[in-house]
């Protein structure tokens, strides 16, 4: 995990409450100073859990001072029981921390379909709370894992006005991977001080570009969340319009550090092997270039030739012609393996050798580019194979 910067107002603690059967840590609670405030995006999955649903409408109505998290039970498909559950949970903070149940924000990731343990959670809260500290964010990051192989963090510290600003941030995912707004969870901080609608217009963007550009198996999950925390702790000037150089500064860090997340996710997908980045370049618009870029990343034949390093350009082609660019001339179409071309004017390569094709797609981290000969858009999709692990790990998940 890489090392986590600090961040001021932001404390963090994680136990393990007994809802996994491994006894691994499974209840965080991620504590915001008053001043703080919150951005977050949300799965776009008609079947979003509970906690989704309640996470939701708290952060309509008041400022949040408390997220909790359990993993080990995502707390979906479970009806009305399970929104009484979530509210259970984030009331038994707010008593607990003498809040507001509103200023309770709920998550939940894991199996779908079972009641959340409520009693359980209950009793872990007084532990969870005496072990709030700044420095929790390693514990955190475990703590909201699943299927994760390792925990996933990043920071960044930049320079407003001659103060420190971080931003800091943890994520899970490993499995049921194409996000529609977020990862599964992600929970970003920053000390630095910014207008609550430009803290939004920073997280979606940020999203736009890196959790929402990643994919290991096309499945978006009932739980997907990313919070974005401003706290305002740096004694940095106020953050108060997009065009100043104290956004840009900031904008960017926040990018960095959720690419870096979104990037770990797919390192970390179940069973992987390979890191690949479909960059689609040449198109019409950038909408049509991700089209295809998904396409070729979602393709089984694709990905099952990327862990066998197989060379099988057949699979991309096809798959790009079955992306549904409206009018493509394949004759324009070129696909290359990182720094070798496969195809050109639509067709095999005359110069492509099966031997250089095989040192290409043997690397642990591949760049398949393919360009459309249609226009000036591009867009990148990062992705991974699909390896004998996956149907493994995902036929053992609830036994």
Request: with cysteine; aromatic share 6%.
């Amino acid at each position: 995990m890489s090392e986590i910067s600090v961040v001021r107002g932001v404390r963090l603690s994680a136990v393990s409450a007994g809802i996994k059967k491994n006894g691994a840590l499974d209840l965080v609670l991620i504590e915001l100073c008053e001043q703080a405030h919150c951005a977050a995006v949300f799965t776009q999955n008609a079947f979003c859990a509970a906690p989704v649903t309640v996470a939701r409408d708290g952060l309509s109505k008041s400022a949040p001072r408390y997220l909790l998290v359990n993993s080990g039970n995502a707390n979906a498909g479970t009806g009305g029981r399970g929104m009484a559950d979530a509210r259970a949970c984030i009331e038994a903070v707010a008593h607990y921390a003498d809040c507001e149940a509103e200023q309770v924000l709920p998550f939940s990731t894991g199996v779908i379909g079972e009641l959340l343990p409520v009693d359980v959670i209950e009793a872990a809260i007084p532990a969870l709370h005496g072990a709030l500290v700044e420095g929790g964010w390693g514990a955190a990051a475990e703590g909201i894992m699943t299927t994760d192989t390792v925990p996933k963090s990043a920071s960044r510290q930049i320079q407003i006005a001659g103060q420190r600003v971080v931003v800091s941030g943890i994520a899970k995912g490993s499995g049921m991977i194409r996000p529609d707004m977020a990862t599964m969870l992600a929970y970003i901080a920053t000390d630095a001080e910014i207008a609550a609608p430009l803290l939004q217009h920073c997280l979606t963007s940020a999203v736009a570009e890196t959790f929402n550009s990643i994919t290991v198996d096309g499945d978006t999950s009932t739980n997907d969340a990313c919070v974005l925390i401003a706290t305002g702790k740096s004694g940095a000037p106020l953050i108060d319009t997009a065009q100043s150089e104290s956004y840009a500064l900031l904008e960017r860090a926040v990018y960095e550090v959720c690419r870096e997340l979104a990037q770990a996710i797919v390192r970390d997908g179940e069973g992987a092997t390979k890191f690949v980045t479909v960059r689609v370049s040449a198109g019409l618009d950038k909408q049509e270039c991700r089209q295809v870029a998904y396409t070729v990343a979602h393709s089984p034949l694709v990905k099952t030739a990327l862990f066998a390093s197989d060379p099988n350009w057949g699979r991309i082609l096809a798959a790009v012609g079955r992306a549904g660019v409206s009018a493509l001339d394949v004759s324009k179409v070129s696909i290359r393996l990182g720094d070798l071309f496969v195809v050109r004017d639509g067709g095999l390569a005359a110069d492509y050798r099966e031997q250089a094709g095989v040192a290409a797609m043997v690397q642990n981290e591949l760049v398949i580019d393919i360009a459309l000969g249609r226009g000036t858009a591009q867009a990148e999709i990062w992705t991974c194979d699909l390896s004998y692990d996956y149907v493994r790990i995902n036929a053992e998940y609830r036994s």
